[in-house]
């Protein structure tokens, strides 16, 4: 009975096995399509790359080198303009303290002047008036 079993077996295997093989020439042959395709594929990949990608790559290349150098000459402006609003708040606070100091004490002290010169000539031209009436009476 085992020489029948194993006898039944080896035909099983064989028959399995002949009834693979045109499954097997079908899976090949499939293979052998999809990469013809994806070679197919590839070539319209690297044409569309070269033709349409690469160009706009090298544009935006090209863009970010142009915003590079403006925003490094907006940078040295905007340097130079800090410089020149430091100085221009230096000169201005240099000249408020010269007001403050110099101008403004000097101003104050001839204003001070003036008004005890107006006040004194107006006193002497009252009293003037005054020492004629007493000499005309």
């Known amino acids: 009975m085992i020489p029948a079993a194993v006898l039944i077996i080896a035909i099983s295997f064989a028959a399995a096995v002949l009834a ?20 197919d594929l590839n070539g319209s990949v690297k044409t569309l790359i070269s ?8 544009s935006v290349r090209n863009t970010m080198e142009e915003v590079n150098g403006i925003v490094a000459a907006a940078k040295t402006g905007v340097e130079k303009v800090e410089g020149t609003v430091d ?19 000097s101003l104050i002290d ?28």
């Open 20 to 39: 693979l093989i045109p499954v097997i020439i079908q899976l090949r042959s499939t293979l052998k399509s999809i990469e013809s395709a994806l070679d």
């Open 51 to 58: 033709a349409e990608v690469m160009p706009l790559v090298g």
């Open 87 to 105: 100085a221009v708040t230096g000169t201005v606070n240099g000249i408020n303290a010269l007001v403050d100091d110099k101008i403004r004490g």
């Open 110 to 137: 001839v204003a001070a002047y003036l008004t005890g010169i107006k006040v004194g000539v107006r006193t002497l031209v009252e009293n003037l008036g005054s020492w004629k009436k007493k000499e005309v009476a």
